[in-house]
């Protein structure tokens, strides 16, 4: 119960990796809104955590206040909050339209600043807040072609904890993120053969893609008071993936 009697609003938690932090967090005793453009999901998602469900697209101002206000509404008050929403269109770079880059940029890294600058004013007010990110490993470390406009995005979510982070300190608000890697999760298993995910496993470490319980765990702890003497840092969660040179790079433990 590590979170007992906290607020927690988590953003795209209607399936996957969000829905898979909301759960975690309500298991340790969170009180747990979620926001999400996919209604009919987020409503389920959060009936089974006996939560709130809001809509919202946070790439519009006025929906990131109406997800924080509806929060502060229900409990009181808003302790956490995680942005999870993104899009992730595969284009090359040549080929992507401005408009496809402005649309992951406004969710992707302008919804993170929404949601902290609406979230701001409550946690200052008590002295305490987390707020956190799903940033990836791809962008702040790794990339692959047509993810040009998703790198940008993910990378400078890791750029605006930092910043974010020094500002916020002083109104004891922490700010971290997360970096997954490949985590097999609904979509991943709809939309990528089976051929696929097996050159992703080959391609980590500890040999399996991880999973969003996975990704929630090392969430809970940032949310947590364990980690109430880290902030404007970032939690890599990929199974070992970004430390390869090459592919050659198993060995016989015997």
């Given at each position: ?228 003497y880290i902030t404007g840092t970032t939690i890599v969660v990929d199974g070992g993936q970004i430390l390869p040179e090459g592919s050659d790079f198993r060995i016989n433990p015997d």
């Amino acid at each position: 119960m590590r979170l007992k009697g906290q607020a927690a609003l988590v953003v795209g938690a209607a399936r996957g990796i969000g829905a898979a932090i909301a759960e975690r967090f309500r298991e340790e005793g969170a009180d747990i809104v979620i926001a999400d453009v996919e209604a009919s999901a987020g409503r389920q998602t959060a009936q089974r955590l006996d939560g709130r469900f809001v809509e919202a697209d946070i790439s519009v101002w006025q929906q990131a206040q109406n997800a924080v206000a509806a929060t502060v509404e229900a409990y009181g008050r808003i302790d956490i909050l995680v942005q999870n929403a993104g899009i992730y269109p595969w284009t090359l770079i040549e080929k992507t339209e401005p408009e496809e880059w402005d649309a992951v940029l406004a969710v992707n890294l302008k919804g993170a600043f929404l949601c902290a600058r609406a979230a701001l004013p409550h946690m200052k007010a008590q002295r305490h807040g987390r707020l956190l990110f799903t940033s990836s490993i791809t962008g702040p470390h790794v990339t692959s072609p047509g993810h040009g406009h998703y790198s940008a995005s993910k990378a400078g979510i890791n750029g605006f904890i930092r910043a974010a982070a020094l500002e916020f300190s002083s109104y004891g608000i922490t700010v971290n993120g997360v970096e997954p890697g490949n985590i097999l999760t609904e979509g991943m298993k709809a939309h990528r053969s089976a051929e696929f995910i097996r050159s992703m496993e080959e391609a980590i470490p500890l040999g399996r893609m991880g999973t969003p319980r996975d990704v929630a765990n090392a969430f809970l702890f940032l949310a947590s008071e364990d980690a109430s003497y880290i902030t404007g840092t970032t939690i890599v969660v990929d199974g070992g993936q970004i430390l390869p040179e090459g592919s050659d790079f198993r060995i016989n433990p015997d």
